[in-house]
């Protein structure tokens, strides 16, 4: 059973677009939700994380958005840049596991 | 800083063989996850050390185990190998205790099984 669903599986966004990817739980006793970025052949690199008493965090491109009543939460990336293709991971945390999403395949194109 | 280091970065193996592989976590932090990271499955957890002992274990059978030592680092076992088995190894450390709990992964073993 997943515990957290990631949508879409793939994304493709023209440069200087805006790029959303949404997770939705329904463990309301997840407590922190990361979001990982992966180039190929690389491990996940940690982007950007939210704890359930904000609605929104902001790291410069990306935004976190987070609606707790509706139990799902989104990466946004403004201006995406042909840098910004790799696979985009959303994940949850209980006690000490991090439950992830399947992940999404960005692509930016030129 | 140094980041999360795994060893080997790369493995060949043959189907009943079996394979240990290496994660030493950044300095300081002391909670080591396991990740099996597949084209299908995306990332699926293994399990997770805390000071030497286990916490959490993922639905992975009896044939992949781990250890972690008193510096934090941590060796991860898959005995009897199958051709699934093939895939991404990832190691993840935190600092453990209380959130913020930034996980940080190290750049994986790719495992391939022949």
């Known amino acids: 059973q997943q515990q957290v669903k990631q949508s879409p599986q793939s994304l493709i966004v023209q440069k200087g677009g805006i790029s959303i990817i949404n997770c939705a739980y329904e463990?309301?006793?997840?407590?922190?939700f990361p979001w990982y970025q992966q180039f190929p052949g690389k491990g996940p690199a940690l982007l950007i994380a939210?704890?359930?008493?904000?609605s929104e965090k902001k790291e410069g491109r990306f935004t976190i958005s987070f609606n707790k009543s509706a139990k799902q939460f989104s990466l946004h990336i403004m201006d995406s840049q042909p840098g910004d293709s790799a696979t985009y991971f959303c994940?949850?945390?209980?006690?000490?596991?991090?439950?992830f999403g399947t992940g999404t395949s960005l692509t930016v194109i030129p | 800083k140094a980041g999360v280091t795994q060893t080997p970065r790369y493995l060949i193996k043959t189907r009943g063989q079996q394979v240990t592989l290496s994660c030493s976590p950044i300095?300081?932090?002391?909670?080591v996850s396991w990740y099996q990271q597949t084209p299908g499955q995306g990332l699926q957890f293994l399990f997770e050390?805390?000071?030497?002992?286990?916490?959490n274990k993922g639905n992975f059978p009896g044939r992949f185990s781990g250890r972690q030592f008193s510096n934090s680092r941590s060796e991860m076992n898959v005995s009897t190998l199958e051709l699934g088995d093939s895939a991404l190894y990832l190691c993840?450390?935190?600092?453990?205790?209380?959130?913020?709990?930034?996980?940080?992964f190290g750049p994986g073993t790719r495992l391939t099984v022949t």
């Open positions: 300095s300081g932090h002391r909670s």
């Open positions: 463990n309301t006793a997840f407590d922190y």
């Open positions: 994940a949850a945390l209980w006690g000490n596991q991090f439950y």
């Open positions: 993840a450390s935190t600092r453990g205790g209380t959130l913020p709990y930034e996980q940080y």
């Open positions: 050390y805390f000071s030497e002992t286990q916490r």
């Open positions: 939210i704890r359930p008493d904000v």
